[in-house]
């Protein structure tokens, strides 16, 4: 039976585990945590009665590789969704909006909620008739050489609808602003998901912490069918000789592998290597050209149901986006999220804080957090690859890249925004390109 090693236990890794483990190999993997999950991660923090996610996940119902994985591991009901997109909007002041899809089919039925959605700018309902045309129209190497904001700005997309509909959107899902961002990732986002179909353009969450509701089902499974973990394992360096990768750890090189699956982030990974490796030379190079963003997440404990549903847009505050989910009796946890958040790395801690919770109540007046508890503020600095335009071509496709040793992870080339469900669909590409791999050897 061949051995496959997987570095990375995060959902690359854990993806490419069981979709090589239902192949019949014989898989380990290490993680330098003695968790794993990744960046996606619950812990426990005094003072709260639930655990506390690292940051809110959410996925589109075009999502199908993680809801496929959930299935096989027999955690499909851990994911909540409504029928059609829903998003509540909070603004500064109190005003309250919601953004409705229609019943129509795709994609009028993004436009029909539009038209109906209050904070937009009559004209700017319309220019959204003119996205299906632009998206086909433009070539992907065209998109991705320019940024998002000068590809909507030449949609005639002005600053009102870039604060109220674009920054919300592409914070959430490309961890960038919109100068920022390549508009191919963009692209990418709205093909997927929001122009594809009513159930694609739905946003699922977990029921539950992530740890419980994703890390866990998956982990279970895999070490119920023979799945070996190091969990506190520090891999060192990665070498190539004759032709195959050298894996070292503390306690020296990894011994008996016939294939290798880095599932690290990049940057990670881009210090594992050195240039004079050939082909791992090559990619360490192309690694340094790319950059993280980062994302600021604020939890505390509230007694008052906020908002009607889980989570609500937050528009002319800090915050972008507010999640809740019952805690204990009658409190509430409330998480509020930052992306794009790498202008607030310098910042102290507790003034941080004070300033979200400042900032609620220029949405929420009476707002007041539990008394006696203190909000707990977690920043993931390197929280996702910063898609600035060009850097689709830094990304390394998933699968080999030289001798044995494979490559996976939300980052590389899936076509798909570093996203969960790229990491996901990363780990089963991978799995197919070592069956790939191991076939061709025999033949």
């Known amino acids: 039976m061949k051995r496959v090693l997987i570095i990375g236990a995060g959902l690359a890794g854990l993806s490419a585990a069981v979709y090589l483990r239902r192949s019949g190999y014989n898989v380990t993997v290490v993680e330098k945590r003695p968790f794993a999950g990744g960046r996606t991660y619950s812990f426990a923090c005094s003072g709260f009665p639930v655990a506390l996610d690292n940051g809110p996940h959410v996925m589109l119902g075009a999502y199908s590789q993680m809801q496929d994985l959930l299935h096989l591991v027999g955690a499909e009901n851990e994911i909540w969704g409504t029928p059609r997109l829903q998003v509540d909007y909070v603004v500064r002041g109190g005003t309250r909006a919601a953004l409705r899809a229609g019943n129509l089919p795709a994609p009028f039925h993004l436009l029909a909620g539009l038209l109906r959605f209050p904070l937009l700018a009559g004209a700017d309902k319309f220019r959204f008739l ?41 914070l959430a899902t490309l961890n960038g602003w919109p100068e920022e961002v390549s508009a191919l990732q963009l692209a990418r986002v709205l093909k997927l998901g929001f122009l594809a179909g009513r159930k694609e353009s739905r946003i699922l969450l977990f029921r539950n912490s992530l740890s419980r509701s994703l890390v866990h089902p998956i982990v279970s499974w895999l070490q119920r069918n023979g799945v070996r973990f190091e969990l506190g394992t520090r891999v060192k360096a990665l070498r190539i000789v004759r032709g195959r990768v050298l894996v070292w750890k503390r306690e020296g090189t990894i011994e008996g592998v016939d294939a290798v699956v880095s599932a690290v982030p990049f940057q990670v990974l881009r210090d594992l290597l050195r240039p004079e490796d050939g082909e791992l030379g090559r990619l360490k190079a192309s690694l340094s050209s790319l950059e993280t963003g980062s994302i600021l997440n604020v939890h505390f404990l509230n007694r008052r149901r906020l908002f009607p ?26 998480s509020l999220v930052v992306s794009g958040a790498g202008h607030l790395l310098k910042q102290p801690r507790d003034e941080l804080k004070k300033r979200m919770l400042q900032e609620l109540r220029l949405v929420w007046a009476d707002f007041s957090p539990v008394e ?28 080999r890249i030289a001798g044995n040793f494979f490559v996976a992870g939300d980052w590389t080339r899936t076509g798909l925004p570093p996203t969960m469900e790229s990491a996901v669909r990363s780990g089963r590409m991978v799995a197919r390109e070592i069956e790939k791999f191991f076939r061709r050897k025999k033949a």
């Open 130 to 170: 003119r996205l299906s045309s632009a998206l086909n129209r433009e070539t992907e190497t065209a998109l991705d050489g320019k940024d998002a904001r000068t590809w909507l700005e030449s949609l005639g997309f002005g600053s009102s609808a870039m604060q109220v509909f674009w920054e919300p959107l592409i």
């Open 309 to 334: 549903g889980r989570f609500a847009a937050l528009l002319g505050i800090t915050p972008q986006w507010a999640f809740i989910r019952p805690a204990e009796g009658e409190v509430f946890l409330y």
């Open 372 to 399: 006696g508890t203190k909000p707990r503020l977690v920043m993931e600095k390197h929280a996702t690859l910063l898609c600035r335009p060009g850097a689709e071509t830094c990304r390394p496709f998933p699968g």
